[in-house]
Protein backbone atom coordinates (compact mmCIF):
# COMPACT_ATOMS: atom_id res chain seq x y z
CA UNK A 1 0.00 0.00 0.00
CA UNK A 2 0.80 3.69 0.15
CA UNK A 3 3.31 4.85 2.55
CA UNK A 4 4.22 8.74 2.55
CA UNK A 5 7.26 9.93 4.25
CA UNK A 6 7.58 13.31 5.68
CA UNK A 7 10.69 15.74 6.47
CA UNK A 8 11.63 17.44 8.80
CA UNK A 9 9.69 16.94 12.00
CA UNK A 10 10.03 20.09 13.56
CA UNK A 11 11.53 23.29 11.25
CA UNK A 12 11.98 26.35 13.44
CA UNK A 13 12.47 29.51 10.99
CA UNK A 14 12.26 33.20 11.81
CA UNK A 15 9.66 35.27 10.20
CA UNK A 16 10.20 36.43 7.11
CA UNK A 17 12.03 33.62 6.00
CA UNK A 18 11.00 30.67 3.95
CA UNK A 19 10.30 27.08 5.61
CA UNK A 20 10.50 24.16 2.91
CA UNK A 21 8.71 21.02 3.88
CA UNK A 22 9.00 17.30 1.93
CA UNK A 23 7.46 14.42 1.52
CA UNK A 24 8.17 11.28 -0.57
CA UNK A 25 5.41 8.57 -1.89
CA UNK A 26 5.93 5.12 -2.41
CA UNK A 27 2.51 4.45 -4.72
CA UNK A 28 3.34 5.39 -8.43
CA UNK A 29 -0.94 5.45 -8.68
CA UNK A 30 -1.18 8.42 -6.53
CA UNK A 31 -2.75 11.34 -8.11
CA UNK A 32 -3.48 13.83 -5.86
CA UNK A 33 -1.13 15.59 -2.77
CA UNK A 34 -3.27 17.98 -0.49
CA UNK A 35 -1.50 19.79 2.84
CA UNK A 36 -3.30 20.54 5.65
CA UNK A 37 -2.83 22.85 8.71
CA UNK A 38 -3.60 21.92 11.85
CA UNK A 39 -3.69 24.21 14.81
CA UNK A 40 -4.23 23.04 18.39
CA UNK A 41 -7.39 21.95 19.42
CA UNK A 42 -8.60 21.90 15.53
CA UNK A 43 -9.07 19.50 12.92
CA UNK A 44 -6.75 19.54 9.71
CA UNK A 45 -7.66 22.18 7.48
CA UNK A 46 -6.48 22.07 3.88
CA UNK A 47 -4.27 25.17 2.43
CA UNK A 48 -3.47 23.76 -0.96
CA UNK A 49 -3.18 20.87 -3.14
CA UNK A 50 -1.67 19.47 -6.27
CA UNK A 51 -2.90 16.97 -9.13
CA UNK A 52 -0.36 14.74 -10.90
CA UNK A 53 -1.06 16.54 -14.43
CA UNK A 54 0.20 19.46 -13.00
CA UNK A 55 3.99 20.40 -11.40
CA UNK A 56 3.58 23.38 -9.35
CA UNK A 57 0.85 25.20 -8.19
CA UNK A 58 0.85 28.58 -6.11
CA UNK A 59 -1.53 30.28 -3.93
CA UNK A 60 -0.15 33.45 -2.43
CA UNK A 61 2.71 32.76 0.03
CA UNK A 62 2.28 28.94 -0.06
CA UNK A 63 2.87 26.59 -3.43
CA UNK A 64 3.76 23.40 -3.73
CA UNK A 65 6.04 21.47 -6.57
CA UNK A 66 5.48 17.82 -7.17
CA UNK A 67 8.11 15.45 -8.96
CA UNK A 68 6.09 12.54 -10.12
CA UNK A 69 9.60 10.74 -11.48
CA UNK A 70 11.42 10.79 -8.04
CA UNK A 71 7.51 10.76 -6.59
CA UNK A 72 8.16 13.33 -4.22
CA UNK A 73 6.45 16.79 -3.42
CA UNK A 74 6.76 20.19 -1.14
CA UNK A 75 5.77 22.50 0.59
CA UNK A 76 7.39 26.21 0.03
CA UNK A 77 6.08 28.68 2.47
CA UNK A 78 7.68 32.62 1.97
CA UNK A 79 7.92 35.51 4.37
CA UNK A 80 6.64 33.64 7.54
CA UNK A 81 4.84 35.23 9.28
CA UNK A 82 3.77 33.63 13.79
CA UNK A 83 0.48 32.53 12.59
CA UNK A 84 2.03 29.98 10.25
CA UNK A 85 3.02 28.09 13.07
CA UNK A 86 1.32 25.11 13.22
CA UNK A 87 1.70 21.34 12.54
CA UNK A 88 1.36 20.51 8.65
CA UNK A 89 0.82 17.87 6.85
CA UNK A 90 1.04 16.09 3.39
CA UNK A 91 -0.92 13.47 2.07
CA UNK A 92 -1.24 11.17 -0.91
CA UNK A 93 -4.47 9.58 -2.41
CA UNK A 94 -5.33 8.20 -6.04
CA UNK A 95 -8.60 8.46 -8.01
CA UNK A 96 -10.95 6.21 -7.40
CA UNK A 97 -8.93 4.92 -4.29
CA UNK A 98 -9.98 4.33 -0.99
CA UNK A 99 -7.24 6.10 1.06
CA UNK A 100 -5.96 9.28 2.00
CA UNK A 101 -2.42 8.33 3.72
CA UNK A 102 -1.01 11.40 5.95
CA UNK A 103 2.89 11.94 6.53
CA UNK A 104 3.84 11.88 10.29
CA UNK A 105 3.35 15.95 10.15
CA UNK A 106 6.24 18.79 10.41
CA UNK A 107 5.67 21.06 13.43
CA UNK A 108 6.60 24.45 12.33
CA UNK A 109 7.53 27.75 14.54
CA UNK A 110 8.15 30.96 13.37
CA UNK A 111 9.83 33.02 15.70
CA UNK A 112 9.03 36.59 16.19
CA UNK B 1 -22.15 26.86 5.39
CA UNK B 2 -21.57 25.12 8.81
CA UNK B 3 -18.53 22.91 9.00
CA UNK B 4 -18.39 19.19 10.05
CA UNK B 5 -19.53 19.02 13.41
CA UNK B 6 -18.62 16.83 16.23
CA UNK B 7 -19.41 15.69 19.70
CA UNK B 8 -18.35 15.32 22.24
CA UNK B 9 -15.22 17.51 22.13
CA UNK B 10 -13.67 15.82 24.99
CA UNK B 11 -14.92 12.61 26.60
CA UNK B 12 -12.57 10.45 29.34
CA UNK B 13 -13.32 7.05 30.79
CA UNK B 14 -12.46 4.34 32.26
CA UNK B 15 -10.98 1.22 30.40
CA UNK B 16 -13.52 -1.63 29.35
CA UNK B 17 -16.63 1.48 29.33
CA UNK B 18 -17.95 2.37 26.16
CA UNK B 19 -17.87 5.34 24.38
CA UNK B 20 -19.84 6.79 21.56
CA UNK B 21 -18.97 9.86 18.93
CA UNK B 22 -20.58 11.82 16.84
CA UNK B 23 -20.31 13.30 13.25
CA UNK B 24 -22.65 15.18 11.21
CA UNK B 25 -20.63 16.16 7.77
CA UNK B 26 -21.50 18.86 5.81
CA UNK B 27 -24.64 19.02 3.98
CA UNK B 28 -24.53 17.34 0.73
CA UNK B 29 -21.00 15.45 1.37
CA UNK B 30 -21.51 11.97 -0.04
CA UNK B 31 -18.40 10.71 1.95
CA UNK B 32 -18.02 10.68 5.47
CA UNK B 33 -14.55 9.47 7.50
CA UNK B 34 -13.63 8.65 10.56
CA UNK B 35 -9.82 8.82 11.15
CA UNK B 36 -7.41 8.09 14.15
CA UNK B 37 -4.65 10.52 15.35
CA UNK B 38 -2.05 9.47 17.76
CA UNK B 39 -0.11 12.24 19.38
CA UNK B 40 2.22 13.43 16.73
CA UNK B 41 1.17 11.61 14.25
CA UNK B 42 -0.93 12.21 11.32
CA UNK B 43 -4.80 11.17 10.46
CA UNK B 44 -5.19 7.38 10.14
CA UNK B 45 -8.17 5.88 8.03
CA UNK B 46 -10.40 3.77 10.28
CA UNK B 47 -13.53 3.58 7.97
CA UNK B 48 -14.88 5.51 4.78
CA UNK B 49 -18.58 5.37 3.77
CA UNK B 50 -20.18 6.69 0.28
CA UNK B 51 -23.47 7.55 1.41
CA UNK B 52 -24.52 4.61 4.06
CA UNK B 53 -22.15 2.08 2.19
CA UNK B 54 -18.86 1.57 4.36
CA UNK B 55 -16.58 0.80 1.38
CA UNK B 56 -13.52 0.73 3.41
CA UNK B 57 -13.33 -0.55 6.94
CA UNK B 58 -10.31 -2.25 6.49
CA UNK B 59 -8.33 -0.66 9.45
CA UNK B 60 -11.11 -0.99 11.80
CA UNK B 61 -10.65 -2.89 14.91
CA UNK B 62 -14.01 -4.66 14.77
CA UNK B 63 -13.65 -6.89 17.40
CA UNK B 64 -14.47 -3.34 19.39
CA UNK B 65 -15.16 -0.73 17.30
CA UNK B 66 -18.00 -0.21 15.07
CA UNK B 67 -19.65 2.34 13.14
CA UNK B 68 -22.79 3.30 11.30
CA UNK B 69 -24.25 5.92 8.99
CA UNK B 70 -27.94 5.92 8.71
CA UNK B 71 -29.61 7.38 6.16
CA UNK B 72 -25.97 8.42 4.78
CA UNK B 73 -25.95 11.89 6.91
CA UNK B 74 -24.31 11.79 10.11
CA UNK B 75 -22.58 8.85 11.54
CA UNK B 76 -21.83 7.31 15.36
CA UNK B 77 -18.46 5.11 15.96
CA UNK B 78 -18.49 3.11 18.83
CA UNK B 79 -15.78 1.56 20.94
CA UNK B 80 -16.96 -1.10 23.12
CA UNK B 81 -14.80 -1.90 25.49
CA UNK B 82 -12.44 0.84 25.51
CA UNK B 83 -8.56 -0.03 26.25
CA UNK B 84 -6.26 2.27 27.52
CA UNK B 85 -4.55 2.18 23.98
CA UNK B 86 -7.82 3.81 22.32
CA UNK B 87 -6.74 7.68 24.19
CA UNK B 88 -6.48 9.44 20.80
CA UNK B 89 -8.16 12.33 18.80
CA UNK B 90 -10.97 10.98 16.39
CA UNK B 91 -11.23 12.79 13.44
CA UNK B 92 -14.47 13.42 11.21
CA UNK B 93 -13.87 13.84 7.44
CA UNK B 94 -16.24 14.69 4.61
CA UNK B 95 -15.66 15.39 1.21
CA UNK B 96 -18.14 15.39 -1.60
CA UNK B 97 -17.79 12.27 -3.57
CA UNK B 98 -14.65 10.91 -3.09
CA UNK B 99 -10.86 10.35 -0.92
CA UNK B 100 -9.82 13.15 -3.92
CA UNK B 101 -11.76 15.72 -3.16
CA UNK B 102 -11.20 18.21 -0.56
CA UNK B 103 -11.64 16.53 2.77
CA UNK B 104 -12.79 19.26 5.55
CA UNK B 105 -12.48 17.96 9.03
CA UNK B 106 -14.39 18.43 11.81
CA UNK B 107 -11.86 19.53 15.10
CA UNK B 108 -12.19 15.92 16.25
CA UNK B 109 -12.37 14.04 19.81
CA UNK B 110 -10.25 13.70 22.51
CA UNK B 111 -10.42 10.70 24.10
CA UNK B 112 -9.08 9.77 27.56
CA UNK B 113 -8.84 6.26 28.92
CA UNK B 114 -8.20 5.43 31.99
Known amino acids: GENVEQHPSTLSVQEGDSAVIKCTYS??????FPWYKQELGKGPQLIID?????GEKKDQRIAVTLNKTAKHFSLHITETQPEDSAVYFC???????????FGAGTRLFVKA | EAGVVQSPRYKIIEKKQPVAFWCNPISGHNTLYWYLQNLGQGPELLIR????????DSQLPKDRFSAERLKGVDSTLKIQPAELGDSAVYLCASSPHSATDTQYFGPGTRLTVL
Open chain 1, 91 to 101: AASTDGGFKTI
Open chain 1, 50 to 54: IRSNV
Open chain 2, 49 to 56: YENEEAVD
Open chain 1, 27 to 32: DSASNY
